[in-house]
């Protein structure tokens, strides 16, 4: 069944869509996907632009950590669209490929970098039991220290707003895009 | 084992505590729960606030259904603080007694608002499956409109990055709240 339909850029008015294209600004340069639906109430989606800007230039955590908790948001969501979007930057910021592939295949992935598995092994915890063993904090916050760990919460909190809103207004790949969930 | 300690006024800079005040102000008077692990990082807090705030009180969904879907959150989570802190605001909100107590047990409720029923089972469908079905789809946006299901996805989702930091940095309830999801 067709869910919520993306609304255009075109669409927009003058002073959302200005809006819009600036928050896609940093963020693949195109209004859709789940900003097309955030952009619905526009105030929310400077509001959320705002706080999830910070991700990328106000953190005290390194990328790839970021983006290793961004990956498993989406793969824990099956968001497609957000896997997409988000496993080249996980490539880029530097998780390895093999760990990448491992979370796409829900695989239990190996780390070189202690930081990494001790962020894996965080968010699998949470997301699979909603709670945290003492290792597992203990770990995190050796790797992250306590502002990094609370950091890289809002960055699985934050992604998991964006995939609930792919998986439940049916936000897809974009045509010829991967399906890397099908089954 | 003893977590992340709660950040106290004394040990903020000036700014962090005049940030912890503005949001206190707002809230219970007094930087409490995981906004006292979220300080930590002064710039996130003070656009994580800005958001929040806006998700309490500038969207289009009543606050009766966004008080489900926070309730659903905390009982997802098990998240005893949240519950604590919120189930008051449930009760002001209008949400009769027997729905919020079979919200904390997990009982299926007895809905006496299509409404209602619409946005807890969105809700607690996602934490189940991360997906939702089309006659929850469809209920969803007739109970709330597109716009407000984008809303409540995001209130959701802000909620569930609260009680994430709950369950992982081990946030303690509130002094002598009775427990909620004991045993």
Redesign the interface.
């Known amino acids: 069944m067709a869910r919520m339909k993306e609304i255009k850029p075109e669409e927009f008015d003058a002073p959302v869509r200005a809006l819009g294209e600036k928050i896609v600004k940093t963020r693949g340069g195109t209004i859709q996907g789940p900003w097309a639906h955030m952009l619905r109430s526009p105030k929310l989606a400077e509001k959320a632009a705002a706080y999830s800007d910070l991700f990328r230039t106000e953190l005290s955590l390194p990328l790839n950590l970021v983006q290793l908790a961004v990956i498993m948001a989406a793969r824990h969501w099956n968001a497609a669209y957000v896997w997409n979007a988000q496993a080249p930057r996980a490539k880029a910021a530097g998780v390895s490929e093999a760990a990448i592939e491992a979370i796409r295949a829900k695989k239990t992935p190996s780390f070189a970098d202690p930081a990494e598995k001790a962020v894996y092994d965080l968010f699998n915890e949470l997301y699979g039991k909603q709670a945290v063993s003492d290792a597992t904090y203990a770990a995190a916050t050796k790797a992250l220290g306590e502002k990094g760990l609370v950091e890289i919460l809002n960055v699985a909190g934050f992604y998991s707003i964006v995939a609930s809103i792919v998986v439940a207004t049916g936000v897809s790949p974009r045509p010829g895009a991967p399906q890397p969930f099908a089954s | 084992?003893a977590?992340?300690p709660l950040m106290r006024p004394a040990e903020m800079s000036d700014s962090q505590r005049a940030l912890a005040e503005a949001i206190a102000g707002k809230r219970s008077g007094v930087i409490r729960g995981p906004w006292a692990?979220?300080i930590?990082?002064e710039?996130?807090t003070a656009?994580?606030s800005?958001?929040g705030d806006?998700?309490r009180d500038?969207?289009?969904v009543p606050k009766r259904l966004a008080m489900i879907a926070v309730l659903a959150t905390a009982r997802?989570?098990?998240a005893e603080y949240m519950w604590a802190a919120q189930q008051a605001r449930a009760k002001e909100a209008g949400l009769p007694e027997p729905l919020i107590e079979a919200i904390r047990t997990g009982a299926r409720p007895r809905f006496e608002d299509a409404k209602d029923e619409a946005v807890y089972t969105?809700v607690t469908e996602?934490y189940r499956n991360?997906?939702?079905g089309?006659a929850t789809?469809?209920a969803?946006?007739k109970a709330l409109g597109?716009?407000g299901?984008?809303?409540l996805?995001?209130i959701?989702?802000?909620y569930?990055?609260?009680?994430?930091?709950i369950?992982?940095?081990?946030v303690p309830t509130i002094e002598g709240a009775k427990p909620a999801f004991a045993g």
Do not use: C, P
Request: aromatic fraction near 10%.
């Open positions: 084992m977590r992340m692990q979220l930590r990082n710039k996130l656009l994580a800005a958001y806006y998700l500038g969207t289009s997802h989570w098990k969105l996602l991360q997906a939702i089309d789809y469809a969803a946006e597109q716009v299901v984008v809303e996805l995001n959701a989702g802000f569930t990055t609260l009680a994430m930091v369950a992982a940095t081990g």
